[in-house]
């Protein structure tokens, strides 16, 4: 793993390990996979120096622009049920720090991830987030998540890390035929939803009440 210079690689390693048996113990993390992923992906490297202290406490961070980083067990979450394969093709709407195109990258090894950020500060934070963990295929576009990316649609699977009241018509048309679309959908509270696109439409496969995320703008 890669940690960032003058901090206590073995001090972050003890407090990620603890991390990862939280996550477990409560049910988010039961992939291996993605828990290598993780492991791969220091948090700390993807947050504000002033916030690295409760990089690996299971709690969403502040970053800037009234965004956060979310949960580390909602990330987990969230990538396992995207249920990744290599060389897949992944829009995800929402950058914010690019933790999680970080772990998406990994997964999905010489595929690629595009991620649209509205905030041009938070995509260049992103961007030297991933430049200094040397991920190369991961694409950030400042721009509107709403409308998605049609020029490299279609899509394998797509992740939006914002709360919608209702998933965007233009990421449904995105999807490819068989693959996953993962969003918070609601007001105040929100449901995390995971559809497929079928022949016969969309068929909703899980669905799970709780959670609260930033809106999509």
Not at 159 to 186: E, H, M, N, R, Y
Not at 198 to 207: A, R, S
């Amino acid at each position: 793993m890669k940690f960032l210079k003058n901090n206590n690689p073995e001090n972050y390693i003890s407090k990620l390990e603890k991390l990862i048996d939280v996550m477990k113990i409560t049910g988010f993390l039961n992939d291996s996979k993605v828990e290598m992923a993780i492991k791969k992906t220091p948090r700390h490297n993807f947050i504000p120096k002033s916030k690295q202290n409760i990089a690996y406490e299971n709690v969403p961070i502040p970053i800037m622009e009234g965004q956060t980083i979310s949960q580390p067990s909602v990330v987990s979450r969230m990538t396992e049920w995207l249920d990744l394969k290599e060389d897949q093709k992944v829009l995800e709407i929402g950058s914010g720090s690019g933790w999680q195109s970080a772990i998406l990258s990994n997964l999905v090894s010489h595929g690629k991830i595009f991620t649209i950020e509205r905030h041009a500060k938070l995509a260049s934070f992103a961007k030297k987030n991933l430049e200094k963990m040397r991920i190369k295929n991961v694409t950030i576009i400042h721009g509107d998540g709403n409308l998605g990316l049609p020029r490299e649609s279609p899509f394998d699977r797509i992740i939006i890390t914002a709360a919608c009241k209702t998933i965007p018509s233009a990421l449904l048309d995105q999807l490819k035929l068989g693959g996953l679309l993962l969003a918070p959908v609601g007001n105040e509270f929100q449901s995390l939803i995971l559809i497929k696109k079928t022949f016969g439409g969309y068929k909703e496969l899980k669905k799970q009440e709780g959670y609260i995320f930033v809106p999509l703008l």
